[in-house]
């Protein structure tokens, strides 16, 4: 399977590369010919160039499909999207952790701090924290 782009409509549909007679767009009818895919074979070539004579083989008889990373961007685009969100929320998240672990470690008062201090401290922390995961540090302000 091949996923191919229509020169008439443009939608993209995958084509079974070992049954030509099947190769019309179910968009439009449009018949796909591989001879406006020449600069996908060049590319194919290009891709190949890395891989031994064995592994060109391999990749023939066993109808791998090669994808370059254009190509699993394109493909992969929500999921990467997704993951690059859970990341950023992990990271928050972490930052938070941090900061809670931070004001339940600041001593209750005693003989270094007065209670001004410490009520201080920990709302430096917070700050801190809202502005590393991008929390609003102004509700802090009462």
């Not at 084509?15 to 099947?22: A, M, R």
């Not at 929320?89 to 470690?105: D, G, H, R, S, V």
């Amino acid at each position: 399977m091949k996923v191919v782009n229509c020169t008439k409509c443009n939608e993209e549909y995958a084509i079974d590369l070992n049954k030509p007679e099947e190769w019309y767009c179910p968009y439009c009818d449009n018949l796909y010919s591989i001879t406006t895919d020449k600069l996908s074979v060049e590319k194919l070539q290009e891709h190949l160039l890395p891989y031994s004579k064995e592994m060109v083989q391999k990749i023939k008889d066993e109808k791998m499909q090669l994808v370059t990373a254009d190509e699993f961007v394109k493909l992969h685009k929500e999921s990467l999207t997704a993951i690059r969100e859970n990341d950023k929320l992990q990271e928050q998240l972490n930052t938070a952790k941090k900061a809670l672990t931070e004001i339940t470690n600041i001593p209750e008062s005693d003989n270094y701090f007065d209670e001004e201090e410490r009520l201080s401290c920990i709302k430096e922390a917070a700050e801190k924290a809202l502005a590393a995961i991008g929390g609003n540090d102004e509700s802090l302000d009462n």
